[in-house]
């Protein structure tokens, strides 16, 4: 258990360094360590907190399924990364899902991954220095403005609403991202933007499928 709790406090640690969502999207089930940092010997000295995303993923059975369309685009280039996220298993401890990322980008041949597995244990130490909201954000920038509530696929969700801004080649791109408890991963929509008179930079999220037995 000392392990697990290390290794979920160190995931997402390095979520936020990367300004990663609520699931891992585009880096194919690779985190990579954030340079120069070191694991503690013990993180029995650090507080327990209550996991977000397992609490989500907890209220729904084995089966669950999301299938989300990332679009990232600019006046160069075009990538649409199709998620799949299964729900295996859901314990007292921990869920597991399974992800499969297919990558379509103009000119090339169409990437599909191999699918990964992702556990989300039931809690986790929190590191030093960090605090708890920190990690139920979408963005360590993220600001909640609003609640809303946003139809999928037919059906309404109960959803908040974060606004951020990332620093671009092209300049300032603002972010709007809807999340709900309510729905598998958490994630509804995400849209943001650059605007010049040379062509605009572009990210979109929505959901192509969803599944809740």
Request: aromatic letters at 8%; a positive charge; proline letters at 6%.
């Amino acid at each position: 258990m000392k392990t697990i709790a290390k290794t979920i406090a160190v995931l997402h640690l390095i979520g936020l360094t990367l300004g990663c969502g609520s699931e891992p999207h585009s880096k194919g089930g690779k985190e990579q360590i954030p340079q120069g940092y070191v694991a503690p010997k013990t993180t029995e000295d650090l507080p327990l907190h209550n996991n977000p995303d397992y609490l989500n993923w907890q209220r729904f059975k084995a089966g669950a399924k999301v299938v989300r369309k990332k679009i990232s685009k600019n006046v160069f280039d075009q990538v649409t990364e199709t998620q799949t996220l299964t729900l295996l298993e859901v314990t007292a401890d921990k869920v597991v899902l399974e992800s499969q990322i297919t990558v379509e980008r103009e000119n090339y041949p169409i990437k599909v991954n191999t699918p990964f597995q992702i556990v989300h244990v039931s809690k986790f130490r929190l590191p030093k220095n960090l605090k708890l909201e920190q990690f139920t954000k979408p963005s360590i920038k993220a600001t909640e403005v609003a609640e809303e509530t946003v139809k999928i696929l037919g059906k309404d969700y109960k959803a908040k609403l974060f606004t951020w801004d990332d620093q671009t080649e092209s300049g300032p791109m603002p972010h709007k991202y809807w999340e709900s408890m309510e729905f598998p991963g958490r994630l509804l929509k995400h849209e943001a933007m650059v605007k010049k008179e040379t062509g605009s930079t572009s990210t979109t999220e929505e959901i192509l499928e969803v599944i809740i037995p």
